[in-house]
């Protein structure tokens, strides 16, 4: 992975410091949309960009494989990708394969060899109780940690990431995501913060069906790598964002946690706060800073979690990055500035500043829980909210 994290920098080592935007996007009545909204969205904050990072997330892209996971890779050699096929056809069955089709522009330069295989994970070789989800991650892992000049960036089902070196609508553009569909919609602009723009660096970051994308520095990086690696994430990237994917499916996934909760765990009151509590939310809080200390959020953050059926934006508990909520029917929208999603939706049900530290969660129709919902009230539906209410 050394060389092709180097590959497309035409900055050198030189960071070219400007602000991320994110943009999020959920029919939760699962109706799939063409990405030209999402395109049209993100491009609107060009300025906050400087062109070494863009990417998407889509949900219900491969409506055809659903059930098959969705392992999407960068090579930067040859020799890369037959030693990767190699061992992918050790561990899993591949079901289908194909380079992703990508379209030739100028301001794309230098681009990895990117393919993508539908399969299913060869369940015979293993001598353990382990689930379907757990096999890939180990096999992500392990292709991203032993194989040179191989990175895999995308590994969930019926959902994909396209990323890379370049302005988000340059990359739409690459990938030709005007004409994919989906019901969730993430989009990001910008690098990862503290490392150098290249391709697989890009936002979102992902571990099977989980996304994260991010606008913010998170200062306790060292102390949440530490702790994921207690449970053998391996972090090879070196950037705040992708300990948030890694501490999400932790959290979630593994542990089993709500939504809720793992938010809560991420940007909890101060301790001086909780003292002041009532009993039983003390104890809620207390219990989650001892056991889950080590995760929570240091530093300004505004993210959006995606994964199938619910996405997520949530920011710091002051604010230090914005976010901006909107609801339109059915369709929920998030996104750094408001201008975005009048852009694309003028005529919105609602628009609102989400409160800092209490997720706006939004959820597929039919799904546990309320539609959508903020700091764990239901907000689907009663009254109009207010712009910083």
């Given amino acids: 992975m050394k060389d092709l994290s180097k590959a497309n920098n035409p ?23 063409s990405g030209k909204k999402v395109i049209t969205a993100i491009s609107n904050m060009h300025e906050r960009g400087n062109g070494l990072g863009g990417g998407f997330a889509i949900y219900g892209c491969y409506p055809e ?39 030739r522009m100028a301001a794309i330069k230098n681009p990895p060899d990117i393919y993508r295989y ?82 697989g660096g890009a936002h979102p970051f992902s571990l099977l069906d989980w996304t994260v994308v991010h606008n913010g520095e998170i200062s306790s990086y060292g102390a949440n790598r530490r702790f994921l690696e207690m449970y053998d994430y391996i972090c090879t990237m070196h950037t705040d964002t992708e300990v948030v994917a890694y501490a999400v499916d932790l959290l979630a996934r593994k542990h089993g946690l709500p939504i809720e909760t793992v938010m809560d765990i991420f940007s909890p009151p101060v301790w001086e706060q909780i003292d002041r509590m009532e009993q039983e939310e003390k104890e809620y809080f207390v219990a989650l800073r001892r056991v889950y200390g080590p995760l929570l ?49 003028p005529d919105l049900d609602r628009v609102w500043i989400p409160v800092g530290g209490h997720p706006v969660i939004a959820r597929l129709k039919g799904s546990p829980g309320h539609d959508i919902v903020e700091g764990g009230k239901d907000i689907g539906g009663g009254e109009q909210l207010e712009a910083g209410n």
């Fill in 297 to 345: 959020l240091n530093g300004p953050f505004a993210i959006i979690v995606a994964h199938h059926g619910e996405m997520v934006a949530h920011t710091d508990r002051i604010r230090l990055r914005p976010m901006v909520a909107g609801l339109s029917g059915d369709i929920v929208y998030t996104s750094s500035e408001e201008s975005s999603i009048r852009l694309i939706s």
């Fill in 118 to 199: 539908f399969v299913q994970p060869a369940r015979e070789e293993l001598h353990e109780i382990i689930s379907d989800d757990d096999i890939v991650a180990r096999r992500v892992f392990k292709i991203n940690t032993s194989i040179e000049d191989a990175y895999v960036f995308s590994s969930g089902k019926d959902m994909g990431v396209f990323k890379g070196v370049g302005f988000p609508e340059e990359i739409a553009e690459f990938f030709g995501l005007e004409d994919y569909y989906g019901y969730i919609w993430t989009a990001h602009g910008r690098f990862p913060t503290n490392t150098q723009g290249w391709w």
């Fill in 65 to 103: 494989r659903a059930e098959d996971y969705a392992l999407q890779i960068m090579y930067h050699t040859r020799a890369s990708r037959d030693e990767t096929e190699v061992y992918l056809n050790r561990f899993f069955d591949i079901r289908y394969s194909e380079e992703i089709p990508t379209f």
């Fill in 11 to 33: 900055y050198n080592d030189e960071k070219v410091i400007s602000q991320c935007s994110i943009f999020g996007m959920m029919d939760t009545s699962g109706k799939r949309h």
